[in-house]
């Protein structure tokens, strides 16, 4: 009889196993972020600030609310918070509802919220996903609220904003900032070793460097670090022999075997040859807060301009910005990034307030001072002019740097496919195999674009 | 009428979401568009086409079969260890028990990592004896043991429960044994583990299915890398389904994990009747 109790208890707890496993979302804060977006520092806020000021309404508008989502660490969560208080101030018949977390668990979030059919009013959209929410019609096209003058582009230069119009001509979001990929480097260490790397210098100029201090240090040195960016930096690869990663079409992959295999070599010689750090090092610094740079025990890392931001405040140390490696005989491969932008839902009732919204993110000079350009470089030239002769240290730099890119890139590439994201965890396995030396750079190529292809079919 | 209450629940929170999850798992769904039906495709890629579900699922069974199995030993021992009685033993089963509380959190998986990092004061120890470390949580073949130390580490509830189950045996088997001239040894093997079996049975069903579900630790630790060394059956249903929006494919392979379970614990119910005694069956022992 007891047996036959506790048989029936267990199958009860089977059951409901399966619900967990069936029906559990979770909520973390693991860094995979590939820096795409330049997440200043990252902070592990889960946390979902329900402040519901009510506006005392004045001029006898219709008091609406609406719902503003962002993801970042928690500097940038302060800052934007202040930036919504002047808002409010500004349009005291709407009240913002913000919505923040990491970047990780912000995806989570917003996927969950896009099936119940509950997503916010105003979205803060990374390029890598735009076409994921855009080709389900997520997204509004924001021309007509442009066409009104409800949101006001007259500063903003058209190199701002291309990427986040459509062949058609709709405009799927308001570009946030722009940055552009790079490398930060310790100056420190480079003068320490006489060493230096010019504009325009090379792969091969960057493995001189390298092997170079790492010969002459005692000390525990790891090069160069590609900070979880091997991605993007094969975008600019690929870029510069005048290919792209994907194809026009968006349905496959564009780029030759050999030019993979190519960076498969120098990805998997550097770490060989002791001048990148191997992938369990890596890993030690995947939660960010520190890095390698900022310690000293590399000279150079990929990111994305904005970074730099965050990363000064950890280190004493000189840090600057710098273009990454040119190919030898190659052609431009960088490119000005709107780094992240804000849409507009298509679900949203509150469009116009929305809308009011990013205007004042994008044209208001307090607000933009409040923020300063964490986002990346703003997209309204007054705003950036005038925080041009405001800004220091490493805020300045991310201004400075953007002017020197700009002789060395071509066009942007269009959005990418949706499936980008999965394309980029093959990638990303494939760097991982390669580092840990269990896979030649022929092998691992071939792997990695059979696996893109069948994602992207 | 009086359940009704209970029974809308199990509807909406239990029912429901099963039946919708099998239904995914026969669709395309992506979380953001209306799924389309796609009948077996799921589960003939998932079982013939993809070499990280087979990675997964090795990786999982490794880590149940090694961890459960240490897991008990380490909780009965303790537990035998506290079933003396004295006074103040409370105390220490809370204190043996805190592990199990605070296991699943960032916390936890922070100080492991600082203790089995490249700087960790496990390498330091090993060093300052003359061994060289390793970095034993990014390296893909020691990853996957130090998850199943941190879960062996959290032996707290069947350690609870095994001593409940030992406070059951009736002092009079013992005694009755030494008169009788049976050694420690002796009464344990003759006594102690017969009595215990059911326990010893429920534990091991629990926590077998617990392991098949590990995600958490993994998670906050090591993601499932490096090079998926730890890359957990839930942790990648949970990619799938919130990373690659792939949620049709990850119901497919939540239906796969609960045929997989139902028949290892099928297969332990089975062979419980060759091991586990309840009294009521008279002494078969």
Same mark, same amino acid.
């Given at each position: ?457 | ?122 390498? *330091?120890? &090993?060093?300052?004896?003359?061994? +060289?470390?390793?970095? @034993? %949580?990014?390296?893909?073949?020691? $990853?996957?043991?130090? /998850? ?94 919130? *990373?690659? &929006?792939?949620?049709?494919?990850? +119901?497919?392979?939540? @239906? %796969?994990?609960?045929?997989?379970? $139902?028949?290892?614990? /099928? ?19």
């Amino acid at each position: 009889m007891r047996f036959r109790s506790v048989k029936g208890l267990l199958f009860v707890v089977l059951i409901m196993s399966l619900v967990f496993i069936s029906a559990c979302g979770g909520d973390g804060s693991n860094a995979t972020n590939g820096n795409t977006t330049g997440s200043a520092g990252d902070g592990n806020n889960d946390g979902n600030g329900d402040t519901n000021e009510t506006a005392s309404s004045g001029d006898g508008e219709e008091e609406v609310t609406i719902r503003v989502a962002w993801w970042g660490g928690q500097e940038r969560h302060e800052m934007t918070l202040d930036a919504i208080d002047l808002f409010e101030e500004e349009y005291p018949h709407i009240t913002v509802e913000p919505e923040y977390t990491d970047w990780d668990g912000y995806w989570e979030r917003l996927s969950t919220q896009g099936a119940g059919n509950n997503l916010p009013d105003v979205i803060n959209m990374d390029n890598s996903r735009m076409t994921e929410y855009s080709s389900r019609d997520l997204l509004m096209d924001l021309q007509p609220l442009i066409d009104e003058g409800l949101i006001n582009l007259d500063d903003v230069d058209d190199v701002y904003q291309d990427i986040n119009v459509t062949e058609d001509g709709a405009v799927l979001a308001i570009s946030l900032g722009a940055n552009a990929l790079g490398i930060i480097q310790n100056d420190d260490v480079l003068s320490e070793y006489g060493v230096t790397l010019e504009p325009g210098y090379t792969y091969e100029d960057l493995q001189e460097a390298m092997t170079q201090i790492a010969s002459e240090t005692d000390e525990e040195f790891f090069g160069f670090d590609l900070n979880n960016a091997d991605f993007e930096l094969f975008y600019i690869y690929a870029r510069q022999h005048g290919q792209s990663v994907f194809n026009e079409n968006a349905d496959g992959l564009g780029f030759d075997e050999d030019i993979l295999v190519s960076y498969f070599e120098f990805i998997q010689s550097n770490v060989n040859n002791g001048i990148s750090p191997p992938h369990d090092v890596t890993m030690d610094y995947i939660d960010g807060g520190n890095s390698m740079t900022g310690e000293g025990t590399a000279a150079a890392a990929m990111a994305a301009s904005n970074q730099i931001i965050g990363l000064a405040q950890t280190t004493d140390m000189e840090l600057s910005l710098n273009l990454p490696p040119t190919l030898s005989a190659g052609e431009n491969g960088n490119w000005i990034r709107p780094s992240m932008s804000f849409a507009i839902s298509s679900s949203s009732e509150q469009q116009e307030a929305s809308a009011a919204f990013i205007d004042f993110f994008t044209n208001s000079i307090e607000a933009n001072e409040i923020l300063q350009a964490d986002r990346g470089v703003p997209i309204s030239s007054e705003v950036r002019n005038h925080l041009a002769d405001q800004v220091e240290g490493p805020v300045a730099q991310t201004f400075e740097y953007l002017e020197l890119v700009e002789d060395y890139t071509s066009p942007a590439d269009p959005l990418p496919p949706p499936g980008e994201g999965e394309v980029r965890g093959s990638f990303q396995r494939m760097v991982e195999s390669l580092k840990y030396d269990m896979a030649t750079p022929e092998d691992a190529a071939q792997q990695f674009m059979q696996e893109a292809e069948s994602i992207l079919q | 009428m009086i359940i009704s209450p209970w029974l809308l629940g199990f509807f909406l929170l239990i029912l429901g979401p099963i039946i919708a999850s099998l239904y995914f798992s026969f669709t395309d769904y992506d979380l953001l568009s209306s799924p389309n039906w796609v009948g077996f495709d799921n589960y003939i890629n998932i079982l013939t086409n993809d070499p990280r579900f087979r990675q997964s699922l090795t990786v999982t069974l490794i880590f149940v079969f090694v961890s459960t199995p240490l897991k008990l030993i380490f909780a009965l021992a303790l537990a035998m260890l506290f079933n003396t009685g004295r006074k103040g033993t409370g105390f220490f089963t809370t204190i043996y028990y805190i592990p199990s509380i605070i296991g699943g959190s960032v916390a936890i998986a922070v100080v492991w990592r600082i203790i089995f990092g490249r700087n960790g004061a496990v390498n *330091e120890l &090993l060093q300052s004896v003359g061994l +060289s470390g390793t970095n @034993w %949580i990014g390296n893909p073949d020691t $990853a996957l043991s130090i /998850l199943i130390l941190l879960i062996v580490w959290q032996f707290g509830s069947p350690m609870i429960i095994f001593l409940a189950g030992l406070r059951q045996i009736p002092t009079e088997l013992y005694e009755a044994a030494s008169v009788d001239g049976a050694n420690r040894w002796q009464s344990f093997k003759g006594i102690t583990i017969p009595m215990l079996t059911p326990v010893i049975f429920f534990n091991l069903i629990m926590q077998t299915i617990g392991g098949f579900m590990i995600f958490t630790q993994a998670y906050l630790i090591t993601q499932g890398g490096p090079m998926d060394s730890t890359l957990f059956y839930a942790l990648y249903l949970y990619e799938m389904a919130f *990373e690659y &929006l792939r949620m049709g494919y990850a +119901s497919a392979m939540a @239906w %796969i994990l609960l045929v997989i379970i $139902a028949s290892i614990t /099928l297969l332990l119910f089975i062979t419980s009747k060759k091991w586990v005694f309840y009294e009521s069956e008279g002494g078969k022992s």
